[in-house]
């Protein structure tokens, strides 16, 4: 079992920057890929990036390719998203999630555990 807890959202200009973070709780973590997804009003649920359990691999959704990067420290069992320059349709609550095995993946439904979403509001 995985219990995940995300925080650092919040109002940021367009340009700028924020770091989101995901708690985990469980001994386990360390061999759990992990996934941040985000959900904007009235859209679906989309994949941002992914990390291998070791953090040897990395995979992110082409719209976010060069301006986000996600990172984990299994010592602390907290994963991180790094977003540079924001836009507005970065606007969304996002999401991270734990999928047993250590591949990554940019499919939703190959997570078991999430977090409650912490909100990221873009200003143009």
């Known amino acids: 079992q995985v219990q995940l807890v995300e925080s650092g959202g919040g109002l940021v200009q367009a340009g700028g920057s924020l770091r989101l973070s995901c708690a985990a709780s469980?001994?386990?973590?360390?061999?759990?890929?992990m996934g941040w997804f985000r959900q904007a009003p009235g859209k679906e649920r989309e994949f941002v990036n992914a990390?291998?359990?070791?953090?040897?691999?990395?995979y992110y959704a082409d719209s976010v390719k060069g301006r986000f990067t996600i990172s984990r420290d299994n010592a602390k069992n907290t994963v991180y998203l790094q977003m540079n320059s924001l836009e507005p349709e970065d606007t969304s609550v996002y999401y991270c999630?734990?999928?047993?095995?250590?591949?990554?993946?940019?499919?939703?439904?190959?997570?078991?555990?999430w977090g409650q979403g912490t909100q990221v509001t873009v200003s143009s």
């Open positions: 990390i291998t359990w070791s953090a040897g691999n990395t």
């Open positions: 469980g001994r386990t973590f360390s061999i759990y890929a």
């Open positions: 999630a734990a999928k047993p095995a250590g591949s990554g993946s940019s499919i939703r439904y190959d997570y078991r555990y």
